[in-house]
């Protein structure tokens, strides 16, 4: 039995190996755990990887590259190809095997901003700040045009409209309330909001399909509003961020179908300056701009819509794979860093230390980069459903339009054999903050196996593990196949306020600490899932929707004429 002492500040853990116990004085809490398994900690691994990591870490090199030197890496752009290509390489330098690509094409043309810029020529010159959304084309060169409020949410606006907009530029919303902040951007968990994040609201469980809803009659419209624009000769359209301060949020605007129309140029103002562009309209002040995009569209490249796989191989268990993985593609108002380069840079420096560590997997570690998540989670559902198990396509024509992740479940899930090879996916894309715990998917079997995990590491602020689920990034795709997936908890720092797919979502907003930090945890996380004797517990199977119940939503679906 192995005892490993860690002393810091007024903390100070005791971790035994074996009948797993951990003892500490903590300045705003006692923690007390015993886990219900026997379940055994490597310190002697953890002690190496806490060496090669605080010493030695290549995590923020790694960061820096994909941030400042590729940038923005769209799904289907050259970036993400270089991005592919330089990510293979590094697991080729660091001694990886089966290094290789798997696309998930045909995804559609690709998309690659060059230049814009806006500008008031009346009543005043000013530059203004703005960036054009993803997949809307260019201006062929500098277009002057006069500014018009157009409220253009339903299909009466459009008739209202008609024939009144050529040679304009076009603002299409309202004008932000902007209120000071109160409030820091960044945040870190405390110990109370780590402690309420354990508990479970039984009633506070909605139903996504009320938001899908919403998103599908939202996407509707704008498939209608992109060529009534085209048609009526708008130079170009505005949106209002939905931020302050001068950042900027954007995504898409056009489609990356090659059959769907794009509309014409379509840009996202900044909150402060859309306002004022807006006050002086509705003084009916005579309002100038001038605007010039250059954006290409690209063919379908096969290699620019990928997701990035590499492996160190097992020893007598290397028919079983525990998985990691983060998505290597991102929006293009900044340069993808806390989404998601902080999280590549997070599995990649995980892998390194494991190898350089000198660390010998029982079972196969297999890392994945996926593309394409930011537009519905495509390479990780692409990979699942080739390789762990997939779900038939819906019938309903209504469902075949709607992107994958809008659509509803159908059955019966087809179980590959990989399905049952693979102990656990562990996924990082929170964020550039550090792992302060883990999410357990109601899985309660794992919580006190992760309990034991976390807590050699509860001196760098990992403590939590909730049996809450949280979606929206890579883990839910081996989750709904039946392969325990996992997300970590991450400090939120200024993710959501200030650099989710915004123009601040840059090199500088994450921190090198937690880059280390999170690297670390991760490596021991699927260091200790490798050489475990079992492998990791596991939720039933998700089931099929009944066949009542498929008829009924395919009944809803064509009802609701509006919906697609």
């Given at each position: 039995?192995?005892?490993l002492?860690?002393?810091?500040?007024t903390?100070?853990?005791?971790?035994?190996?074996g009948?797993?116990?951990?003892?500490?004085?903590?300045?705003?809490?006692s923690?007390?755990?015993?886990?219900?398994?026997?379940?055994?900690?490597?310190?002697?691994?953890i002690?190496?990887?806490?060496?090669?990591?605080m010493?030695?870490?290549?995590?923020?090199?790694?960061f820096?590259?994909?941030?400042?030197?590729?940038?923005?890496?769209?799904?289907g752009?050259?970036a993400?190809?270089?991005?592919?290509?330089?990510?293979?390489?590094k697991?080729?330098?660091?001694?990886?095997?089966?290094?290789?690509?798997?696309?998930f094409?045909?995804?559609?043309?690709?998309?690659?901003?060059?230049?814009s810029?806006?500008?008031?020529?009346?009543?005043?010159?000013?530059?203004?700040?703005?960036?054009?959304?993803?997949?809307?084309?260019?201006?062929?060169?500098?277009?002057?045009?006069k500014?018009?409020?157009?409220?253009?949410?339903?299909?009466?606006?459009?008739?209202?409209?008609?024939?009144?907009?050529?040679?304009t530029?076009?603002?299409?919303?309202?004008?932000?309330?902007?209120?000071p902040?109160?409030?820091?951007?960044?945040?870190?968990?405390?110990?109370?909001?780590?402690?309420e994040?354990?508990?479970?609201?039984?009633?506070?469980a909605?139903?996504?399909?009320?938001?899908?809803?919403?998103?599908?009659?939202?996407?509707?419209?704008?498939?209608k509003?992109?060529?009534?624009?085209?048609?009526?000769?708008?130079?170009?359209?505005?949106?209002?961020t939905?931020?302050?301060?001068?950042?900027?949020?954007?995504?898409?605007g056009?489609?990356y179908?090659?059959?769907e129309?794009?509309?014409?140029?379509?840009?996202?103002?900044?909150?402060?300056?859309?306002?004022?562009?807006?006050?002086?309209?509705e003084?009916?002040?005579?309002?100038?701009?001038?605007?010039?995009?250059?954006?290409?569209?690209?063919?379908?490249?096969?290699?620019?819509?990928?997701?990035v796989?590499?492996?160190?191989?097992?020893?007598?268990?290397?028919?079983?794979?525990?998985m990691?993985?983060a998505?290597?593609?991102?929006?293009?108002?900044?340069?993808?860093?806390?989404?998601?380069?902080?999280?590549?840079?997070?599995?990649?420096?995980a892998?390194?230390?494991?190898?350089?560590?000198g660390?010998?997997?029982?079972?196969?570690?297999?890392?994945?980069?996926?593309?394409?998540?930011?537009?519905?989670?495509?390479?990780?559902?692409?990979?699942?459903?080739?390789?762990?198990?997939?779900?038939?396509e819906?019938?309903?024509?209504?469902?075949?339009?709607l992107p994958?992740?809008?659509?509803?479940?159908?059955?019966?899930?087809?179980i590959?054999?990989?399905?049952?090879?693979?102990?656990?996916?562990?996924?990082?894309?929170?964020?550039?903050?550090?792992?302060?715990?883990?999410?357990?998917?109601?899985?309660?079997?794992?919580?006190?196996?992760?309990?034991?995990?976390?807590?050699?590491f509860?001196?760098l602020?990992?403590?939590?593990?909730t049996?809450?689920?949280?979606?929206?990034?890579?883990?839910?795709?081996?989750?709904?196949?039946?392969?325990?997936?996992?997300?970590?908890?991450?400090?939120?720092?200024?993710?959501?306020?200030?650099?989710?797919?915004?123009?601040?979502d840059v090199?500088?907003?994450?921190?090198?600490?937690?880059?280390t930090?999170?690297?670390?945890?991760?490596?021991?996380?699927?260091?200790?899932?490798?050489?475990?004797n079992?492998?990791?517990?596991?939720?039933?199977v998700?089931?099929?929707?009944?066949?009542?119940?498929?008829?009924?939503?395919?009944?809803?679906?064509?009802?609701?004429?509006?919906?697609k």
């Amino acid at each position: 039995m192995r005892m490993l002492q860690v002393l810091s500040g007024t903390a100070m853990t005791t971790i035994l190996a074996g009948s797993f116990a951990v003892t500490g004085a903590y300045a705003a809490s006692s923690v007390a755990i015993t886990a219900a398994s026997d379940e055994k900690v490597d310190l002697d691994l953890i002690t190496r990887l806490r060496d090669e990591a605080m010493n030695r870490s290549k995590a923020q090199e790694i960061f820096g590259v994909l941030t400042d030197e590729i940038g923005p890496r769209l799904t289907g752009s050259p970036a993400l190809r270089k991005a592919g290509d330089w990510t293979r390489s590094k697991f080729t330098e660091w001694g990886l095997q089966n290094v290789h690509s798997e696309s998930f094409a045909p995804f559609g043309r690709g998309w690659t901003l060059e230049k814009s810029s806006l500008r008031m020529l009346s009543p005043s010159q000013v530059d203004l700040y703005a960036i054009p959304k993803a997949w809307t084309p260019g201006t062929d060169g500098p277009q002057r045009g006069k500014l018009v409020i157009a409220k253009l949410a339903a299909d009466e606006d459009l008739a209202k409209w008609k024939g009144k907009l050529a040679g304009t530029i076009v603002l299409l919303d309202d004008p932000l309330p902007i209120k000071p902040h109160m409030k820091a951007d960044a945040h870190r968990y405390s110990h109370e909001e780590l402690d309420e994040l354990i508990k479970i609201d039984l009633e506070a469980a909605p139903s996504r399909r009320g938001d899908i809803a919403t998103y599908v009659k939202q996407l509707n419209f704008r498939k209608k509003l992109r060529p009534f624009l085209t048609e009526e000769k708008v130079i170009a359209a505005l949106n209002v961020t939905r931020g302050e301060d001068g950042t900027i949020f954007v995504q898409e605007g056009g489609s990356y179908k090659k059959d769907e129309a794009t509309g014409p140029a379509n840009l996202v103002v900044a909150s402060e300056t859309y306002n004022r562009l807006y006050r002086l309209v509705e003084k009916k002040k005579a309002v100038e701009l001038e605007i010039d995009v250059k954006a290409s569209f690209n063919d379908e490249d096969p290699e620019a819509a990928i997701n990035v796989l590499a492996e160190i191989p097992g020893t007598d268990k290397k028919d079983e794979i525990v998985m990691l993985g983060a998505h290597l593609d991102s929006w293009h108002g900044g340069t993808g860093a806390t989404d998601n380069a902080a999280g590549v840079a997070m599995v990649m420096e995980a892998v390194r230390l494991l190898k350089v560590s000198g660390f010998k997997p029982r079972r196969t570690i297999r890392i994945a980069l996926w593309g394409g998540e930011e537009e519905g989670l495509l390479g990780s559902r692409a990979y699942v459903n080739k390789w762990v198990a997939s779900r038939p396509e819906p019938t309903d024509p209504k469902e075949l339009e709607l992107p994958t992740f809008a659509r509803k479940p159908t059955g019966p899930l087809s179980i590959k054999p990989m399905q049952g090879k693979i102990s656990a996916y562990f996924n990082l894309d929170n964020g550039g903050g550090k792992i302060r715990g883990i999410y357990a998917e109601n899985n309660a079997a794992v919580k006190p196996i992760f309990d034991a995990w976390l807590a050699p590491f509860q001196d760098l602020g990992a403590t939590t593990t909730t049996l809450r689920s949280t979606g929206s990034t890579d883990h839910v795709s081996f989750d709904r196949a039946g392969v325990p997936g996992f997300q970590f908890i991450q400090d939120d720092m200024d993710y959501f306020s200030r650099t989710h797919h915004s123009s601040m979502d840059v090199y500088d907003k994450v921190q090198k600490s937690d880059l280390t930090q999170a690297s670390l945890i991760m490596a021991s996380f699927i260091a200790h899932a490798a050489n475990r004797n079992d492998m990791l517990p596991r939720k039933p199977v998700p089931k099929d929707p009944p066949a009542d119940e498929k008829k009924e939503e395919a009944k809803d679906t064509t009802e609701s004429g509006d919906k697609k």
